[in-house]
T-cell receptor, first 115, second 107 residues
Framework: DTGVSQDPRHKITKRGQNVTFRCDPI?????LYWYRQTLGQGPEFLTY????????KSRLLSDRFSAERPKGSFSTLEIQRTEQGDSAMYLC?????????????FGQGTRLTVV | AQRVTQPEKLLSVFKGAPVELKCNYS??????LFWYVQYSRQRLQLLLR??SRESIKGFTADLNKGETSFHLKKPFAQEEDSAMYYC?????????FGTGTSLTVIP
């Protein structure tokens, strides 16, 4: 499968614990995005990378959230001291940055449940 | 501010009937608009984009800059079209999504 892959698919954690998610984008894509989706809502932008540089972060991304893309390939999203409000589907997407080819491909997401 | 509005959360049509899913946007620049679809238990996938002016699975969407709309249309709905549809706008650095419309095609 050469699409965007995310790991794990599901994560249940206790409030206060830290969690880390991984995203492997399509290999030639230089842009990588993280989104969060809650029930009844569309995906909400969290952050994006161009290669290894994190170029934009949403206000939704509190200081408990950190994302990295160390070598411009895979990315990790870490949530520290999880809260029940963090329960959501976390989506990763990747794209090329060239205009005509700039369409995002999504992974299947990681569903986080904080209990 | 960039915004994508999908006024209908739920839409039901009979098989063979025309379907239109509405999308309005606000964006100060020249937008790129997309429709994404999510079938049950599957990932979000691109359905079509305005720049391509294509028809995918019988769906078309025309960008109307005067009305700031990008409605998705299909003349004859099929049962397999039942899914969640999201309108999205590319604002240069990110994609902005609407809240989605759940389409049910009744046999």
């Amino acid at each position: 499968d050469t699409g965007v892959s995310q790991d794990p698919r599901h994560k249940i954690t206790k409030r206060g614990q830290n969690v880390t998610f991984r995203c492997d984008p399509i290999s030639e894509h230089n842009r990588l995005y993280w989104y969060r989706q809650t029930l009844g809502q569309g995906p909400e932008f969290l952050t994006y990378f161009q290669n290894e540089a994190q170029l934009e972060k949403s206000r939704l991304l509190s200081d408990r959230f950190s994302a990295e893309r160390p070598k411009g390939s895979f990315s990790t999203l870490e949530i520290q001291r999880t809260e029940q409000g963090d329960s959501a589907m976390y989506l990763c997407a990747s794209s090329l940055s060239t205009g005509q080819l700039m369409k995002a491909f999504f992974g299947q997401g990681t569903r986080l449940t904080v209990v | 501010a960039q915004r994508v509005t999908q006024p209908e959360k739920l839409l039901s049509v009979f098989k063979g009937a025309p379907v239109e899913l509405k999308c309005n946007y606000s964006y100060s620049g020249s937008p790129e608009l997309f429709w994404y679809v999510q079938y049950s238990r599957q990932r979000l996938q691109l359905l079509l984009r305005h720049i391509s002016r294509e028809s995918i699975k019988g769906f078309t969407a025309d960008l109307n800059k005067g009305e700031t709309s990008f409605h998705l249309k299909k003349p004859f709905a099929q049962e397999e079209d039942s899914a969640m549809y999201y309108c999205a706008l590319n604002g240069g650095n990110q994609f902005y999504f609407g809240t989605g419309t759940s389409l049910t095609v009744i046999p």
